[in-house]
């Protein structure tokens, strides 16, 4: 009997981490092939390797290795470089910077792989003896310190990013607004979940070591089901980082009327329908650097690049919603440049007051009743 409740206990350890995993790579296959650009790819990338991590743990911690050892550390190389790529995904996210991928990026995820070869090259019987002697042999120790350094990378990955951008410039009140609360909520939960798993793998704390694991699921379930909040909380870190930088003018040398008058004519072009539309090929278009562009959003209309993008969106979201001929939600959201049909809504309900429906069925019974 005892043996058997340990083995249903293993089996529903083995399925909880299983099916993170699973959930994780099959998100991140379908948002590879929703959507194209760079940035989608650095988070598939992100994504792919969680759905890795939680697989290779969910064979460790239950022992279920023994069947197959060779997958216990096949997500080390990801995690590095995914650790890298959310550095530039953040920058992209909060700071509309280009995405350019420096070399050096891939050199921890590379130096892990050098590690791994003698694992790798060991027989099946070799691999289940390293593993026995994980804590115990000096290769254990290296192995065991890139399943520690896996995690440190991630926590110093974001926390310079946190103590460069997000500390010196945004103001604490913004994490406290009503819609910022399930990103805060998830960002102290990933705080909380890398801090214990470093905490188990540095002083060997079994006990830690799977509390990590297990809450994984939860905080990628958990995000996935709030993501849509997170998009206005983006945009109000954004935007306070963004008039934080700004103590010392970059438009100085710039005539403000021509900016004006090139954003006029590439608004009048509709250059905002196009959905991969960012901040840096706007500011080429206008001939100007991405970092004086914000700015000019900033000092001119007190909001930053997407706010100015939206708003001639909406409007020409409005037009084909008052055509005769009715077209679909989503039809309308792609063709303004949204990606999704429930951003699409979110935004148009902020600044019309109403869903893009509730506004056609508004229109239909004004018409009506004046004829």
Excluded at 70 to 83: C, R
Excluded at 149 to 170: A, C, H, Q
Excluded at 252 to 269: A, C, F, G, N
Aim: contains cysteine; glycine residues 6%.
């Amino acid at each position: 009997m005892g043996t058997e409740s340990i083995s249903l206990t293993l089996l529903l350890e083995f399925l909880w981490m299983g099916s993170g995993a699973i959930f994780c790579i099959i998100w991140s296959l379908s948002n590879l092939v929703n959507h194209r650009k760079i940035s989608d790819l650095l988070w598939s990338f992100v994504l792919f390797s969680t759905g890795l991590w939680l697989l290779t743990g969910a064979f460790m911690f239950t022992r279920f290795y023994l069947y197959f050892p060779s997958i216990v550390f096949i997500h080390i190389p990801f995690v590095f470089l995914s650790a890298s790529f959310l550095y530039y995904y953040l920058e992209y996210l909060f700071l509309e910077k280009d995405i350019n991928v420096h070399w050096i990026s891939f050199l921890p995820s590379l130096v892990s792989v050098v590690f791994l070869i003698p694992y790798y090259q060991s027989s099946y019987s070799g691999k289940l003896t390293t593993l026995d002697l994980l804590s115990h042999s000096e290769y254990g120790a290296i192995l065991t310190g890139l399943n520690f350094g896996i995690k440190l990378s991630i926590l110093i990955s974001v926390g310079i990013f946190l103590i460069r951008e997000w500390i010196p410039n945004v103001r604490l009140s913004v994490f406290f607004t009503k819609r910022a609360i399930y990103s805060l909520v998830f960002i102290l939960l990933i705080w909380i979940d890398l801090l214990i798993g470093s905490i188990g793998f540095g002083f060997q704390i079994p006990l830690f070591r799977k509390l990590s694991a297990y809450l994984l699921p939860i905080l990628m379930y958990f995000y996935f089901f709030t993501r849509e909040l997170w998009e206005p909380f983006v945009s109000d870190v954004r935007d306070n980082i963004q008039k934080n930088k700004y103590e010392k003018s970059k438009l100085v040398s710039l005539p403000l009327e021509t900016i004006d008058q090139s954003l006029y004519e590439l608004m009048q072009e509709k250059v905002f329908c196009d959905e991969d539309l960012n901040l840096s090929k706007l500011a080429e278009l206008v001939g100007v650097k991405s970092g004086q562009l914000s700015e000019y959003f900033h000092k001119r209309y007190g909001f930053g690049f997407y706010q100015y993008i939206n708003q001639y969106r909406i409007e020409e979201a409005k037009r084909y919603l008052l055509e005769p001929t009715e077209r679909t939600i989503l039809s309308i959201a792609d063709s303004v440049g949204f990606n999704s049909k429930s951003t699409f809504n979110r935004v148009f309900l902020e600044k019309v007051g109403v869903t893009p429906t509730d506004f056609r069925k508004q229109s239909k019974q004004s018409n009506s009743q004046e004829t």
